[in-house]
């Protein structure tokens, strides 16, 4: 996924906010039947990017990424911790394989400056659409921070309010959370997409 951010219209009357908004694609399970089909030899190209931002914005940076699982015969959870460090938990003796991933995204503001981040997707669940019908749940959505610090206020900001400590304004902030896996998930990739925004004061 590549820019992740866009301009929100500005409020009417003396409030001096700016908001911006940025998703993140969940790259989700890969569920494969069982028992697994034999290996092939394979390979593929990765993309490069870089983005540089202007003051006062936000930029996607990664995906969300939970691996790949095996056709589950009872329902499991997939938990990724929102760090820098690959990696997830799984329950009920679900069969996991790859790398875990929480999405991350980079703020640009100013040192001092006030960040106020929510995810305002319905009820906070975040719905991955597979094949056909099939769906998974995305929730408890969680937020680990770098260059940043708790401050007060902030109400109705799901995910926090904080105070970037960066000379140079420049901070990280990354996302995890539990994905649901129902008995005999139907096999095949799942996506969603977590909608975030941003208010900076």
């Not at 996607?60 to 760090?83: C, E, K, R, W, Y």
């Not at 997707?121 to 769906?135: M, S």
């Not at 970037?164 to 994905?179: K, R, V």
């Amino acid at each position: 996924m590549g820019s992740g951010f866009f301009r929100l219209p500005r409020l009417l009357g003396r409030l001096a906010l700016r908001q911006r908004v940025a998703c993140a694609l969940l790259a989700a399970l890969a569920l494969v039947p069982v028992p697994a089909a034999a290996q092939n030899a394979d390979s593929t190209a990765g993309e490069l990017q870089v983005a540089v931002l202007d003051p006062g914005s936000i930029e996607h940076l990664d995906d969300m990424n939970f691996g790949t699982i095996a056709q589950p015969f009872g329902a499991g959870t997939v938990l990724i911790a929102p760090s820098g460090s690959p990696g997830c938990t799984v329950t009920n003796g679900l069969v996991h394989t790859g790398g875990c991933r929480a999405a991350r995204f980079a703020i640009r503001g100013k040192r001092n400056e006030r960040v106020r981040i929510r995810e305002v997707n319905t009820n906070g669940i975040v719905t991955l659409n597979g094949p056909g019908t099939a769906t998974m749940t995305l929730t408890n959505l969680t937020i680990g921070t770098a260059n940043m610090t708790v401050a007060p206020g902030g109400n109705g900001w799901n995910l926090g309010n904080y105070r970037i400590d960066a000379p140079s304004g420049l901070t990280d902030f990354y996302l995890g959370g539990t994905l649901n896996v129902k008995a005999a998930q139907t096999p095949g990739v799942y996506n969603g997409t977590i909608l975030i925004q941003i208010q900076f004061n």
